[in-house]
T-cell receptor, first 113, second 116 residues
């Protein structure tokens, strides 16, 4: 069975600084996908970034990047130059190929002005 | 184009009553999910429909919960004899499932269910 663990219920970062959100996962499959989703106060979930396990290169999307450590089953999200609009719940998720997507419990990120 | 639509957006019901929550996925999306979000509990997987395959119901918490997806499109989540612990936000999501290449989930805004 897939599991996703986010050990940081809440984090805070100063505006313009960098923050890293942690995520570990467990799967017996070799072919899987990893995701970070953002849920702002509006409640609308939005995909932030996606990583395919067979790709060694870490995914990046503008100010968002991941540190994918396959052997350690770790998939952290780094947000650079934090902005007030980044304040949200962040969910890490994983999916085996052809299977459902499982989410972690989330990390609430506060941006301090 | 239109996103995932859920109705109602809010539902207040008395303990013991049945409720139906509706989800209209994005047209052409073959995968449809229901998740439950309780305070501090993240997104709890409930059920997953993929095309014509038998749904994955492994996340349904009890036999009071059931879901259908008619014609590969609209889905209804039914909760019978509601309990106070059923109070949560119920989120629906759909994705374009292409040869096992998991595409991103598109979420609805959810239905906030309150059982009094």
């Amino acid at each position: 069975a897939q599991t996703v663990t986010q050990s940081q219920p809440e984090m805070s970062v100063q505006e313009a600084e960098t923050v890293t959100l942690s995520c570990t996962y467990d799967t017996s499959e070799s072919d899987y996908y990893l995701f970070w989703y953002k849920q702002p106060p509006s409640r609308q979930m939005i995909l932030v970034i996606r990583q395919e396990a067979y790709k060694q290169q870490n995914a990046t999307e503008n100010r968002f990047s991941v540190n994918f450590q396959k052997a350690a089953k770790s998939f952290s999200l780094k947000i650079s130059d934090s902005q007030l609009g980044d304040a949200a719940m962040y969910f890490c998720a994983s999916s085996n190929r052809d299977d459902k997507i499982i989410f972690g419990k989330g990390t609430r990120l506060h941006i301090l002005p | 184009g239109a996103g995932v639509s859920q109705s109602p957006s809010n539902k207040v019901t008395e303990k013991g009553k049945d409720v139906e929550l509706r989800c209209d996925p994005i047209s052409g999306h073959t995968a449809l999910y229901w998740y439950r979000q309780s305070l501090g509990q993240g997104l709890e997987f409930l059920i997953y429909f993929q095309g014509n395959s038998a749904p994955d119901k492994s996340g349904l918490p009890s036999d009071r919960f059931s879901a259908e997806r008619t014609g590969g499109s609209v889905s209804t989540l039914t909760i019978q004899r509601t309990q106070q612990e059923d109070s949560a936000v119920y989120l629906c999501a759909s994705s374009l499932f292409d040869q096992g290449n998991n595409s991103p989930l598109h979420f609805g805004n959810g239905t906030r269910l309150t059982v009094t």
